[in-house]
């Protein structure tokens, strides 16, 4: 079974520019989620969908951050302007029916 | 809301020593508890999870948590650490009426030879 997959990698941008991260969830798994993890600390989460929908964006800081699901599956987080406080590790994390999560392996964003 | 303290922010044990993680937390809920493992630069993996069944869980790599209700708490432990356990490991809550995860800030383990 093919586990979550998370593009890029490893991303530097300068503030206030634009950046995207995109997931591909675990086939079949309803519910995916986004978690910022800053250095030092636990994952937070940003985003949680259930198929296309968004169930908790609470944490989401709208003003910069948009998140999308396309068709159920994949799924893109942007940033725009980026400061340097999202200098972070951003997880993306899929599950079946909300209950066990699988993470990817995460990308790295530094902003300078 | 649910909340969740890990004690402990590093721990350090000597190879074949027991390992004690310590973890409590606050739900409204039935809480489901679950410990991953965070290996440097690599992906949180799941150790193990408590969803109401038996309190005392078993996960991977010889590691255990059980579930104390009146303690609002759920210990991760092993009873002898191996150099591969070196690794930061985070307690996770989910209260089964807000589906919400949310993470503990983390105990970086520390194994000595």
Redesign the interface.
């Known amino acids: 079974e093919a586990g979550v997959a998370q593009s890029p990698r490893y991303k530097i941008i300068e503030k206030r520019q634009s950046v995207a991260f995109w997931c591909n969830p675990i086939s079949g798994h309803a519910t995916l989620y986004w978690y910022q993890q800053i250095l030092g600390q636990g994952p937070k989460l940003l985003i949680q969908f259930q198929n296309n929908g968004v169930v908790d964006d609470s944490q989401l800081p709208k003003d910069r951050f948009s998140a999308e699901r396309l068709k159920g599956v994949d799924s893109t987080l942007k940033i725009q302007p980026a400061k340097l406080e999202d200098s972070a590790v951003y997880l993306c994390a899929s599950s079946l029916e909300s209950y066990e999560q699988y993470f990817g392996p995460g990308t790295r964003l530094t902003v300078t | 809301a649910q909340s969740?303290t890990q004690l402990d922010s590093h721990v350090s044990v000597s190879e074949g020593t027991p390992v004690l993680l310590r973890c409590n937390y606050s739900s409204s809920y039935s809480p489901?508890l679950?410990w991953?493992v965070q290996h440097p630069n690599?992906?949180?993996?799941?150790l193990l999870?408590y969803?109401s069944a038996a309190t005392l869980v078993k996960g991977i790599n010889g590691f255990e948590a059980e579930f104390k209700k009146s303690e609002t708490s759920f210990h991760l432990t092993k009873p002898s650490a191996h150099m591969s356990d070196a690794a930061e490991y985070?307690c996770v809550v989910r209260d089964n009426y807000g589906?919400?995860?949310?993470?503990?800030?983390?105990t970086r383990l520390s194994v000595l030879p």
């Open positions: 969740v489901s679950f991953y690599k992906g949180l993996q799941l999870k969803t985070f589906q919400n995860f949310v993470f503990g800030p983390g």
